[in-house]
């Protein structure tokens, strides 16, 4: 069985740093693209960050660009997203998704439960 599993969120203040880790179990997540995306309430999930199975290719969505990185570790199926200079518009549950194989931006076959994300002003 297939699992993602979030972790690192928290309350944090406005310019404050956290980060997100995404455990991947039940399958090898090597040659898999995975990513980040946010919904915050009321609004539709939104893409944050993508990484491709080596990490040498990485996309950013724009209003996290500078701010937010992702990294993965294959050996410990895991993917990172180091969040720094949270603003209050960042407070959202994150998500992690993968993809059964090869590079995507926006498509993904598995998502996790997601973690909270709430940065105070």
């Known amino acids: 069985q297939v699992q993602l599993v979030e972790s690192g969120g928290g309350l944090v203040q406005a310019g404050g740093s956290l980060r997100l880790s995404c455990a991947a179990s039940?399958?090898?997540?090597?040659?898999?693209?995975m990513g980040w995306f946010r919904q915050a309430p009321g609004k539709e999930r939104e893409f944050v960050a993508a990484?491709?199975?080596?990490?040498?290719?990485?996309h950013y969505a724009d209003s996290v660009k500078g701010r937010f990185t992702i990294s993965r570790d294959n050996a410990k199926n895991t993917v990172y997203l180091q969040m720094n200079s949270l603003k209050p518009e960042d407070t959202a549950v994150y998500y992690c998704?993968?993809?059964?194989?090869?590079?995507?931006?926006?498509?993904?076959?598995?998502w996790g439960q997601g973690t909270q994300v709430t940065v105070s002003s």
């Open positions: 998704a993968a993809t059964k194989t090869g590079w995507s931006v926006y498509e993904y076959d598995y």
């Open positions: 039940g399958r090898t997540f090597s040659r898999s693209a």
């Open positions: 990484i491709s199975w080596g990490g040498l290719t990485i």
